[in-house]
């Protein structure tokens, strides 16, 4: 795997080891916790809960595996995207099986806004950048030197 060459980012984006795996650890890491807590209570959310950790960490390793294929964004996005539906899947599963208290079901579903939140702000963020570069990099190779460009 050392010998893999990350695509580079077209804008804000790149491949960062560091990165990847915090995003991905982080991104995932309270499912697996609340799954492992909740197992001795009751064990149909808590594998819910544990499968949506297991399968993001899954898709985020696969997708770490193919950088030499994927941009940075793109991979990103899906997995934020992965999580998302993960997350949604656990906490429904919860509420379900009556893990989430009444008075604060709002707040726990609000909490998945974040998910989306994120990936337009890296969308955004990742558009402004490959326009800003855009306008600052010539177009190599093709022509324009004196073309008006």
């Known amino acids: 795997m050392a010998g893999k060459v990350p695509v580079r980012g077209s804008g804000a984006f790149e491949w960062n080891a560091g990165g990847w795996w915090g995003s991905q650890i982080g991104g995932t890491a309270w499912m697996l ?79 998945l806004v974040f998910i989306p939140g994120l990936m337009l702000m890296f969308y955004l963020r990742e558009r402004e950048a490959a326009a800003a570069q855009k306008r600052t990099t010539p177009h190599a190779g093709r022509g324009n030197e004196g073309d008006g460009e």
């Not at 940075?72 to 949604?88: K, M, N, Y």
């Not at 709002?106 to 909490?111: A, E, P």
Request: charged share 10%; hydrophobic share 55%; aromatic share 8%.
């Open 33 to 111: 916790a609340v799954g492992i807590g909740i197992a001795f209570q009751d064990i149909r959310p808590a594998a819910v809960m544990i499968a949506g950790g297991i399968v993001s960490n899954i898709v985020g390793t696969w997708l770490w595996c193919r950088r030499d294929r994927v941009s940075p964004h793109r991979a990103i996005q899906t997995l934020l995207g992965v999580i998302g539906v993960c997350a949604l899947a656990g906490i429904v599963s919860l509420d379900a099986f009556g893990h989430v208290p009444a008075n604060q079901r709002l707040l726990v579903y609000w909490w």
